[in-house]
């Protein structure tokens, strides 16, 4: 069961994909070097947007565990984790939490797909 409302998560998916949408996010899947902060520096020229100050808001105003169910529903989503491994995803996100919780997700372009497919392992369906 999961503790975040269903129609919150709803939301986020679709702000992240009118997010992505508005205009083609070029977000490599590795840094260059490490000194490249790469989801920074894609982020950067974005956060006057009001879509993303939207995601943001609603992330920032989730509870930190509901903030670490939502990264390991991207997880989970991604395959990095199956559905019986939930308590481990749950367990590494809340290790690996911090106040960038809203930008992390949205540096993912695969974000909307990732926690539908992830909801429908609950389901959940958005449609």
Request: with cysteine; proline share 5%.
């Amino acid at each position: 069961m999961l503790n975040t409302n269903s129609e919150t998560l709803c939301r986020l998916i679709q702000l992240a994909r009118e997010f992505h949408a508005k205009e083609a996010v070029s977000i490599p899947e590795k840094p260059i070097s490490p000194a490249d902060d790469w989801a920074r520096q894609v982020l950067a020229d974005h956060l006057g947007d009001t879509t993303f100050q939207e995601f943001e808001s609603i992330i920032n105003d989730l509870e930190p565990d509901q903030q670490q169910e939502v990264v390991a529903l991207l997880w989970l989503g991604r395959g990095d984790f199956d559905r019986e491994e939930w308590d481990a995803a749950l367990a590494e996100a809340a290790d690996s939490w911090n106040s960038h919780t809203a930008r992390y997700l949205i540096a993912h372009p695969l974000l909307p797909d990732y926690l539908s497919e992830a909801l429908d392992q609950f389901d959940i369906n958005c449609e």
